[in-house]
């Protein structure tokens, strides 16, 4: 997958066919950014790298045929993807009705909507795969050396765990539409600081200039953590927190699945379909566009037992 959330939504399925067939070997195929978070899930026994250079890919292929690879679950629709598994895998190739070449695929699943852990469910029934759990939730694993990183990167800046506020603003530059005002942020920000609660803002390195922008406006500063060691140091600290607010992403997710309740920001997507999971466990606040949620809105949705425990 290409996306960290769409790598969440696939993981029930992975786990729930190591379970079906524990003698199996399983590979798979992911961009560099998300192998090392699938990797410790330890749900897989190979990983292939997905390079955007096509001579690289072209050199994957060939260290996937080489594996003699029997059958093949494609969650993503990519030509590249379909393509690939064609050319690798002689028997079943299981994927979405509406990839563009799914001519290529030997079993097709329905797919409604967007990306979702729904639609992987009915890609992995037409596979033969069988009691897929429907949340995320205690698939990810941390390993020891980002546990590390983040109690000390917490201890440096004298922060307790549990004590603290994750915020996650940024998106990527195809999906700015689901970005709340910048003004809006300082806003939360400034009350939350009102309220004596600790703010740590997440958001990787290159989203370091939005980031300044947004905090320009709160007159108290708040923490920022850009992980060290990508997305199990971010992992590990996400467990470190009380609460996540943030808008509909992949870190939304990363926070659900282990474990931390969020306050999920929707504009024009369907929190229904990719809500955090468990669905129940968490708070949604969803209007008709991301610009029209105001830090009033996420400030009374903050539970009370986590602005005591805070």
């Known amino acids: 997958m290409n996306q960290l959330g769409d790598l969440l939504f696939s993981l029930p399925v992975l786990e729930a066919a190591r379970k079906q067939y524990p003698n199996a070997v399983i590979y798979s195929v992911i961009r560099p950014n998300l192998a090392e978070l699938l990797r410790a899930t330890g749900l897989t026994d190979k990983i ?5 250079k096509l001579i690289d890919n072209f050199k994957m292929i060939k260290e ?3 594996e003699n690879i029997e059958n093949a679950v494609l969650f993503s629709e990519s030509p590249e993807t379909l393509i690939t598994a064609f050319l690798c895998v002689p028997g079943k190739r299981t994927g979405f009705t509406t990839a563009s070449l799914a001519f290529l695929l030997t079993e097709r699943a329905p797919k409604k909507g967007v990306p979702s852990l729904y639609n992987n469910i009915k890609l992995a029934e037409k596979f033969g ?9 205690e698939i990810v694993k941390t390993k020891p050396e980002n546990e590390q990183n983040a109690v000390q990167w917490l201890n440096k800046n004298n922060i307790k765990e549990k004590k603290f506020i994750i915020i996650s603003a940024g998106a990527s ?12 942020w300082s806003e939360t920000v400034n009350k939350l600081h009102d309220m004596n609660m600790t703010v740590v803002f997440t958001a990787a390195i290159w989203e370091k200039d939005s980031v300044e922008s947004i905090i320009s406006g709160c007159y108290k500063k708040p923490y920022v953590y850009y992980p060290q060691n990508g997305l199990g140091d971010m992992a590990a600290f996400m467990k470190k927190g009380a609460l996540f607010i943030g808008i509909d992403s992949g870190l939304m997710h990363l926070a659900a699945s282990v474990g931390l309740k ?10 229904a379909q990719i809500g955090p999971q468990p669905f129940d466990k968490h708070i949604i606040i969803k209007k008709n566009t991301a610009k029209d949620i105001l830090a009033a809105d996420i400030i009374e949705q903050v539970p009370k037992d986590i602005i005591k425990k805070t």
Request: aromatic residues 8%.
């Open 48 to 52: 292939f790298i997905k390079e955007k």
């Open 64 to 66: 996937i045929r080489a």
């Open 173 to 184: 530059s195809r999906r700015l539409e689901k970005c709340l005002k910048n003004e809006v």
């Open 262 to 271: 969020c306050i999920a920001l929707y504009g024009n997507t369907d929190p």
């Open 129 to 137: 795969i069988k009691n897929v759990k429907h949340n995320y939730t």
